[in-house]
């Protein structure tokens, strides 16, 4: 174990937690009137309102890059050596999207850069290897960004659970907000869910199957947690899962409960979860960033001090691969957190009519290598203005 000077283990965690997401909405009422069905299935049958629609002009690379310079114009760029950045997706079979990044952010070259992919999954698995790097060398920051914008075929059943979002995180030793704790349980198996071949910009998905397959890899990474020597379920102040939609997490809550032995009412379940699902049903999916936006949304709308309460963290990607981890909410947290500017951008969305989604949803970009110029709509700060010779083009705004 990695110790101060004074002899104390060294905490490990995050310091910094900041959201971007798009500059477009859809409302699923509007989605419902479309497809002519009832509101109610949107709303309460899956647990959505609203969903993020990006624009023409937005990506993975601008989202995640808006997310990263929040937390570099407050923490500046002292000690952080490596960006891992999860996606599931990604814009390029070869380079990775944190390139862009580091660059629009203006990082220095002594930062290494990283794509990691497994679904919905790798932000958690990037938070993981940065814990480790810090264990190793405590002086040292890594910024773990996941960003992703959920895409689905319109007409298809999955499509109203699209979405997207990214989440930046200062990972570093002596955390402001939350201590990751030492003991992790995790669950891999093969199976056929979700997935996008190289082919789609769009994913397939058995939807049936994908909730049979999360909740027994949630499940499993529970089960391995406690093997591991992890807290009581009854320990846990609360648990941000992974929301592809959120009465997904109210399906997975409920069932870890009843593992641990309980059998908790639908309103003590839609309780415990309430202060973890506010932002996600307005932004909708965004596979690698849910559950840290889950994070945001409870520390950012609970009323009282959680500082000292253990947080469980359920993350899972299709595929699959699940991990169920705590970590303690460090003194001092509310401090660092971002409520009023994550509220703000959310409000700011602009809400789009179905006929504009639909062309933002058809548009697809050239393949043939010819200049491709985007027209000037997002209000973020960092624009992807194009494509010339294969090769994406971006710019602050
Ligand atoms: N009022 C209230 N509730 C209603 C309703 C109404 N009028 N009509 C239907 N409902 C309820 C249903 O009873 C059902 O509830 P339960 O699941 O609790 O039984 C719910 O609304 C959904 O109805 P259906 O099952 O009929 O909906 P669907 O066939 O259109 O599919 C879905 C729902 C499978 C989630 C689909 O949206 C989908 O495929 N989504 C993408 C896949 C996904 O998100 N899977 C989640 C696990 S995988 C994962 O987490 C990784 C990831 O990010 C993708």
């Given at each position: 174990m990695v110790r101060h000077e004074s002899g104390k283990p060294v905490a490990i965690g995050i310091h910094d937690l900041a959201l971007a997401t798009s500059q477009h909405s859809l409302s699923l009422t509007d989605l419902a009137d479309h497809y002519g069905i009832d509101p109610a299935k949107f709303s309460v049958g899956i647990g959505q309102d609203v969903m993020s629609v990006l624009a023409g002009d937005e990506d993975i690379v601008t989202m995640a890059a808006d997310a990263t310079a929040r937390i570099l114009e407050r923490n500046g760029t002292d000690g952080i050596r490596t960006l891992l950045f999860a996606t599931e997706?990604?814009?390029?079979?070869?380079?990775?999207a944190g390139v862009y990044v580091h660059k629009l952010v203006g990082l220095p070259a002594t930062v290494r850069v990283v794509e990691l992919k497994q679904a919905c999954y790798s932000a958690t698995a990037a938070l993981q290897f940065a814990v480790g790097l810090i264990a190793r060398d405590p002086s040292q920051k890594v910024l773990v960004v996941a960003s992703d914008v959920a895409r689905y075929d319109l007409g298809s059943s999955g499509e109203s659970t699209q979405g997207a979002a990214a989440a930046a995180m200062l990972v570093q030793a002596d955390p402001a907000i939350l201590e990751v704790e030492n003991a992790a349980g995790v669950f891999t198996d093969d199976v056929m869910d979700f997935w996008r071949p190289n082919y789609r910009s769009t994913a397939l998905v058995d939807g049936k199957g994908s909730i049979k397959a999360y909740l027994n890899a949630i499940g499993g990474a529970w089960e391995d947690y406690r093997a591991q020597g992890g807290a009581a379920f009854e320990d846990f102040a609360a648990i941000c899962y992974h929301q592809p939609f959120t009465k997904m997490a109210t399906k997975a809550h409920r069932h870890l409960a009843v593992l641990a032995g309980g059998n908790p009412t639908p309103a003590e379940v839609a309780a415990d979860l309430d202060e973890t699902m506010r932002y996600n049903r307005l932004i909708g999916n965004s596979y690698t960033a849910s559950v840290y936006v889950a994070l945001a949304s409870l520390l950012e709308h609970h009323d009282g001090d959680l500082t000292g309460a253990r947080i469980g963290l359920a993350s899972y990607g299709s595929g699959s691969v699940a991990e169920f981890f705590g970590g303690v909410v460090q003194p001092g947290y509310r401090e660092r957190l971002r409520g009023a500017e994550h509220a703000a951008m959310i409000e700011r969305r602009t809400p789009l009519d179905h006929t504009a989604y639909e062309v933002l949803h058809k548009t697809t970009l050239p393949e043939d290598g010819r200049e491709y110029r985007t027209a000037?709509?997002?209000?973020?700060?960092?624009?992807?203005a194009g494509m010339q010779a294969h090769q994406r083009l971006y710019e602050t705004a």
């Open positions: 997706s990604g814009i390029d079979q070869s380079k990775s000037r709509e997002t209000t973020a700060p960092f624009r992807f």
